[in-house]
């Protein structure tokens, strides 16, 4: 489990800023933040560099890193990434935007599936409160902003449902984000940004589902979102 060490990407997300062609062309002065999956390619050499797919569908091709070439090597195929990055030139020639970049920081980003709750892993699980600040859906990926107190501890977050099939008549399938602060001190603000895998609520000859995700924040109100994933253009 990784440990939420992500208050320093506040300190990079002041906006995020989709890919738009110059017709003076790009400066070396600008910066664009977003969030994508990393696709390595199928070429296993340490030069070989791999492509980003933000979550807009345009596609990043780094040429330059304020990194040695090897940091490729600190993720893995379909990871889940926040990248600060100045674009040097495009290509929008094709179906896909193609932007040629200089990345200038990559953050991995937690990325998890929806669990099954069980009585043996309730109290692991936790049930501190958590505040959502923002979320929204990225193909097969439910995204959250959000935030949390804490000082020393690791803190753990998972989006659960109850245990079984799901049918049509499961619907709104019910989710719950759950919240683990280990016993930390409530000194220091932190926001955390985490993705979870919808693929698990897919129903057989259905090609949507809706379900409601569910919190509960530090004044012990709780907040309940319906959504629909609708997978029926994904694989």
């Known amino acids: 489990m990784k440990k939420f060490l992500l208050g320093i990407l506040v300190v990079f997300v002041v906006s995020f800023t989709g890919c738009n062609d110059d017709e003076e062309g790009y400066s070396l002065n600008d910066m664009w933040i977003g969030f994508g999956v990393l696709k390595k390619s199928v070429d296993a050499s340490p030069k070989a560099m791999p492509t980003i797919i933000m979550d807009n569908d345009d596609m ?9 070439p090897a940091w490729p090597a600190r993720f893995d195929d379909g990871d ?25 920081s990559i953050e991995d980003i937690l990325m998890k599936d929806v669990m099954d709750i069980t009585p043996e892993i309730e109290d692991s699980i936790g049930n501190d409160p958590i505040i959502v600040q923002d ?43 759950r919240h683990n602060a ?6 220091v603000p932190y926001t955390a940004f985490v993705s979870f895998s ?19 924040d530090y004044d012990g109100v709780k907040h309940s979102v319906e959504k629909v994933f609708n997978y029926s253009d994904l694989d």
Request: aromatic residues 12%; proline residues 5%.
């Open 80 to 104: 889940r990434v926040l990248v600060n990055y100045t674009i040097l030139d495009d290509d929008l020639s094709g179906d896909v935007p193609t932007f040629f970049v200089k990345v200038n």
């Open 182 to 187: 280990n016993d930390d001190d409530e000194s």
């Open 198 to 216: 919808l693929n698990p609520l897919r129903i057989e000859g259905l090609d949507s589902v809706r379900f409601e995700f569910s919190s509960t």
């Open 135 to 177: 979320f929204w859906i990225t193909d097969s990926l439910l995204n959250f902003k959000l935030k949390y107190w804490g000082f020393t501890q690791i803190h753990f977050l998972n989006l659960v449902k109850e245990p079984g099939e799901l049918t049509e008549e499961s619907q709104p399938v019910q989710l719950e984000l």
């Open 60 to 68: 990043l091709v780094p040429v330059a890193s304020n990194y040695t």
